[in-house]
DNA sequence: CAGTATCCCCAGAGATACTG
DNA sequence: CAGTATCTCTGGGGATACTG
């Protein structure tokens, strides 16, 4: 039996913790494969980026195709509960960029997006 | 100067980490007491939360009015800044509730709301 | 009541090597 | 390329005691 104080603690129990916010945000936007998310996911190791897989996959919130070929190839994409956080996750963009914008002085910060 | 790679990533760095997000739940919900926060975020300590919440003031999302009396009375509200995320975490906590009836049995769960 | 100062620990995360 | 298995380690965070 799982014991939650409010539903904040609920959401933050799934999405919560260090890498899961930004491979979601990653998934969300297109099926990705491993090391593209690896590429994606500045600093994150391999063992890291995979253990976080797991534990989304097991919450339900992302899928995990393998397509049986030589080199393996696996892509991860969203099932319907985890893209219904795309329009929540656009809000967290807007109010970063929104809040960058009032906090930082345009030499203090960066934006590197990588493709 | 600090580097980033999305927008995602500046969101995170200001309201991830593991009590940002619950001790601004209950602040945006109205001026907080520190040893009401206590009570409400569950099994924080002391330290973390003291430390958790000069983090937000120096990131501008909340501000700290102290009381000169005896004994000493401190009171946490938003910043406008914190405050605009007030949306968006009542769509987090949506998402949360939804996700619960989803993926837990009636009897695999419960939530214990404080007041 | 709110906050600081210490000490200290261990789980979470990094590094490396290896496999199919 | 994707993933596992180990080993190691460090710093985030817990516990405690103390102050104004």
Chains 1, 2 share one sequence.
Request: aromatic share 8%; net charge neutral; charged share 25%.
């Amino acid at each position: 039996m799982r014991i939650f104080h409010c539903e904040m603690e609920i959401t933050l129990d799934v999405i919560g913790g260090k890498w899961k916010g930004l491979i979601l945000y990653y998934v969300i936007q297109k099926p990705r494969r491993t090391g593209e998310l690896k590429r994606l996911v500045h600093n994150i190791s391999q063992k890291m980026l995979v253990q976080t897989l797991r534990e989304l996959e097991a919450d339900g919130l992302i899928h995990r195709k393998m397509y049986n070929q030589v080199p393996p190839k696996v892509e991860y994409s969203t099932t319907e509960l985890g893209q219904s956080l795309e329009p929540i996750f656009k809000l967290l963009c807007n109010w970063g960029a929104n809040y960058a914008d009032e906090s930082y002085a345009p030499d203090e910060i960066e934006i590197l997006h990588l493709k």
